[in-house]
Structure formats: structure tokens, C-alpha cells
């Protein structure tokens, strides 16, 4: 029996040291379309994941990588999934959709940023076109942005979830436990603005009158347990484009100035700053690091086209590693995971921890008893 609890023990050990964490992201210049992978234990260790496939971004859990793109030769975008050992690969796992944008995951549900184009006669846009359109108020699209959600299975679909007429949305969406994070501008307005939920539940986001230029930076804080409270995240004016959520800090970027901001979700408002950055066009995050894009079109900075890190401690930010990963070509909207199926923590993309000192001294133990 000894010999087959040995047996046993050795499988998980093999197990544990097979669940590599990795990070994912979209690549525009590498075999046409691709999402890539890296191994964060050994960055160097750059392969495609999925070659050929057009996202726009991407999200990721402990069992599947979805990523949202729009097919602009049909009507229609759609949520893409794969398992992360690249079986079952489904580009359609959530249909129905129009222009899909940002996409994020937690333990139960997929939300996603979606824009609808008013015209039935308007070929879907890719949504860099669309994010280009946005910040032009002359150029703006003629349409209305929604965030959607499902269940983690793909059931239970809401295109609807939250709209308003008043929101231009930069894309990224960021959730975790307790919160659900979207940012973008608020339309020109004379009035104040209210937001409507799914619940019909109104919530006040300015009280203050605007004036008819006024085209305010945003994120907003959905609260995802009832009452669904919702309230705003202070950027200082600066409008954040990547989005990025553990259960205690956000992170955003704006890759135009080169900075990424992080602070309390609690305080309401950014605290810190990396400045070790160039363009950086997307956020990932867990409860041990933060991952970062370089598009690194800014030739005054001394980073380049790469995948930056810094790691998380607690509250605080440390550890920066601007140049993580060297092999990129175009890299846009990362994720990261431990690729492990055993872990439940769907922002958990650190080593395989605990679970592997355990089994290793309880191993050495039984091994010394069978002597």
C-alpha cells in the first residue's frame, strides 16, 4: 500500500512541476496575426500559442485563454477560447456580438466591452479603428458602447449588461472579486449624467453641469453585489487605456505620455507611478507582478519593444524589470496564468508555491519510511 501512496505523491509532485506559469499576449508582426507565449520562469522562452488569430484582447483563468475579435469580411464579433494546453479551440465560444473590445474574467463570469454601430450597413471595424475614431470628438463613431457579460461557461449571455448614451469607451475592462473596472470619456453635455444598470438602478457620475466641449476621463467602479453601486475612480484627468485589477490595487496606462499609475482601490484615486516604460498599449496582473506592453515608439526612451514587469508586494510596487521579454514584435494586450488546472485563483500567475513543499517533505518522509 506504502509503494502506492509513493506512487501517488510522485504523480502530483510531476504534476506541480509540469503547471509552468506563462504570459500571453497579441502580436500584429510575427506570422501574420499570433497569440504568443512565454514562460515567466524562463522569458526567453517565446512560442506561438495560437498562430493566425486576429484579438483584440485578451483574458485569462486557470483553465482557458478567450480573447475577443471581430471578423470584418461578416457582420458580427464574437469571444474566442482555448484550453491552456491548446486543445479545444473554439474562435466562436460567445457569438452575437458587434465590435468587442476589452475583455476581462473572474471566477464566474466574462465581461466584455462591446461598441454597436447604429448603421446596418456598416461593415464591423477592427477595434483599432474604432479606439483611433474615439479620440478624435469630430471623427467620433456614430453608435453606442456597452459592456456585456456571461457566465464563465458561455450561458447567460447580457450584450446589454450596463449602456449609456454618454459614454465613449477606451476598450479595457478589469475585474475582480468585488468590482467590475471600465474607463473611457464622458460625452459633451449640458447636464449631469446617470448611469443605468441592468437593475434599472440610476447612479449620479457628475453632479457638476458641463459645458457643451466637455469630454471628461473616467473609470468607473461597479460594485457586482447588490445594491451594484457604482462610483468613479479618480485619474486626474489623464484617460487611462489598459486596465488592470488585483483585490486590492488597480493599475492603469495611458501609452501616449508613457506612464502606468497604480494605487488602493479603496482610496479611489492613483497613488504611484512605473515611469519604466515606452507606449505600454496593455496591462496584466496578479496577485505577485504586474505585466506590462512596450510598443516602444517613443525613440526619447531607452526601452524597446518588450514585455515589462514589476513586482507586487503587498501595497506597494517594486522590482521593475522594464525589459522582461526582449522577443516581441508588435505585443499588445497581455494576460498571465499559472497554467496550472488545479488553481483556482483566476489572478494567480505566480510559481506553483505551497502545494509543492508540502508534497515534497511529505515524499522525502514516506521514502525514508519504506527504507
Known sequence: MNRFIFLFLLICVASLLSAQPYVYWCEAGREKNSIMRADINNPTDVTVFLPNTTANFLAVNSTHLFWTWTDVNKAGGYIGRVKLDGTELEPMFISGCSNPGGIAVNATQIFWMDYVEKSTNTIPRSWKEIRQAIQVTSDAPIGYFRISRAAIDGTNVEYDFITNEYLELFGPVAVNSTYLFYSGYIKSRSTSVQQ???????????????????????????????????????????????????????????????????????????????????????????????????????????????????????????????????DCIEPYSPACTSGSQQNKDPFNCGAVGLEFVFV??????????LR
Do not use: M
Open 196 to 326: 443605468t444598470t441592468q437593475n434599472n438602478t440610476l447612479q449620479s457620475l457628475d453632479p457638476n453641469q458641463k459645458t457643451d466641449n466637455a469630454r471628461d476621463p473616467f473609470i468607473y467602479r461597479y460594485q457586482l453585489a447588490e445594491p451594484h453601486n457604482v462610483d468613479t475612480f479618480d485619474t486626474d484627468g489623464v484617460p487611462i487605456e489598459s486596465l488592470a485589477a488585483t483585490e486590492t490595487l488597480l493599475f492603469g496606462a495611458f501609452h501616449q505620455i508613457s506612464v502606468i499609475f497604480w494605487g488602493k482601490i479603496d482610496n479611489e484615486e492613483f497613488g504611484g507611478t512605473i515611469e519604466e516604460c515606452n507606449t505600454p498599449s496593455g496591462l496584466a496582473v496578479n496577485s505577485t507582478h504586474v505585466f506590462w506592453t512596450n510598443l516602444g515608439q517613443d525613440p526619447q526612451l531607452p526601452y524597446g519593444i518588450s514585455i515589462g514587469r514589476a513586482s507586487i508586494a503587498g501595497d506597494t510596487v517594486s522590482e521593475i524589470e522594464p525589459e522582461f521579454i526582449a
Open 360 to 369: 515534497f517533505f511529505g515524499l522525502a518522509l514516506l521514502r525514508k519510511l
